[in-house]
């Protein structure tokens, strides 16, 4: 009797501890996350009539300014009705065109140098008398100084301003059919034919800030690199052949600090950068691909990724978390000197390879028989031909300004492979029937409308990769049932929606710069959710694996309870088997 009740009351203790204590243990935490938010992202993306997960709208303001210079003249087109009319009707169209995702903003302004203190006779003079490269830095003074002073928005990206100037000294310079894009967030012309000419320019210059916020929907540009908020920039310096007592070296770091840190400041603004550089020798590469023609050596295009893809291991040995892009200075064999890709319509001495970076050929030998065919043709006496020797030596060391021309390639290809489109490849410099003038264009620094257009397409990008990697998230929870959420996990999801909301919240007021800020947070948040690590592991541990770890910690209670169990029921039916036969 006494080894029963010890039974029951063991079977007792395992029923209301043990057991609800294994059950918990191998029950899977799932911390608790905004899904329902989430799954709004889902059903617009599983939706056949909007697949667009961005559904804010730009709202860029544009301002007409006209600017009288002539002091007998007192015309003022602002107060004209049917000017205005004929704008809005123009701004009209372009927001219907646009399916509503841009919405102008117009305001007219009036300046005139005899009545309005706002600008004296020397800003006046200057307009007058000046080119206009650098009528571009005076209109950008007057927008700072004088406009802008009402309103402390103006001058960031979304505020845009087409400046009409009036004078007769502009007619008698031949000044029409002009329009004229500068450096900053501003374009002007001349006033020649009065409405017409207005409501013409007022075309381009919309049709321009539209081609800012939709660069990627007109620019055919093939996808190089992924973009990322983190890159790390690997220069190399790839030697094929050099003498052991002479081998080439450069000086990088006075290239870093005159080519790419101007431009790489800039760009801060967008993304985290790292600089590196290293210098390889003897390569391996397949240098079977390089063949003669015309005793020179040339490259086919189709080949250009196959030349150092063998060596391509080599260029990086040790794990990086940012976007790495390689650019490799190629020094070839003297053998294969000098270099060049074989196309029909340029020689050319750099190239781009996709996913990987870019490459630029030197040709040091080249470079040596210009420099002795230079000094040659001088003529040197004794002490000249010392100087060229030292001249020569330090050919070994790259110093500046020998890469010159290599380095600016790299900065061009820094553009291309980030996406940075060049105002000159807007449509609007090669339609026949408009006369747009660029009067900017410098490798080293980008021009504000460049950067806006570079902020507008990176935003929309971190947007809807944000929500989609969320949507991505979601989908693995809802899948892997045995999936730990852990809290952290759920954290990184509530920041990536409280930026996604952020960043649509500041789009409304036209604050593009806290948007884009927000906007990238909302991308490294929702990507540290999605490449969580335990993720992973949890897509290889199911249900059954659980029971194989458990069970080694209850099985032997539970084997001792079923032999307890059994026994007893044993001892029970023999005694009633004896009371029977009593």
Sequence with gaps: MRKRLIAIILICISAILVFPIAWKMMEIYRASFPNSEIKKFKEILNSTSNSNLN???????????????????????TTNEALK?????????????????IKYELSFHYLDSKTDSKLDSKITEELLNNKDENIDDILNDITKNYIDSENNNSSFPGVYTLYILNSKSFNSNSKTDFF???KYRHCWFYLTKDIPQIISNTKIFIQMIELIFATD?????????KKSTNYHLLFTLLVQNTEKEQQIKWDFAQYKRLYFEPILDVLSNFADFSIESQIKYYPKIASNLIYKKNEKSLIHPNHLSQLFKPGEWTLETFEKNETII???LYIPDKGDQPLSIDTKEKVDTSYIIPGFGGVVFYNSENELNELNQKNEENQLNQENQLNQENQLNQLNLLQYPLLHNQMNLFIQQIRILLGLVSL??????????QQAFLFYKDDLTFSQLELDSFLYSRLEYNMVTAKESLVSFSN???EVKNMIVSDEMTSFVKNSLESIFQCENQIKFGNYFQAYNHS???LRQSEKALFYPSILSSLYFSNENQWAIYASYFLPVVFMLFRIVRSQYKIYHQKKNSNQSN
Excluded at 57 to 63: A, E, G, L, Q, T
Excluded at 85 to 101: F, R
């Design 85 to 101: 009319t004929e704008v809005m009707n123009i701004i009209d169209q372009k927001h219907l065109k646009n399916e509503s995702k």
């Design 217 to 225: 929907k007109f620019m055919d540009i093939p996808n190089y690199i």
């Design 476 to 478: 693995v929870v809802d």
């Design 180 to 182: 004229a894009i500068g």
């Design 424 to 433: 000159e490849n807007f449509p609007l410099f090669h339609s026949s029937n």
């Design 326 to 328: 390689s650019f490799l």
């Design 520 to 522: 990238k947070n909302a």
């Design 55 to 77: 559904q804010f709208i730009w709202n860029p303001k544009i301002r007409l300014i006209f600017l009288n210079l002539e002091k007998n003249n007192n015309w003022n087109p």
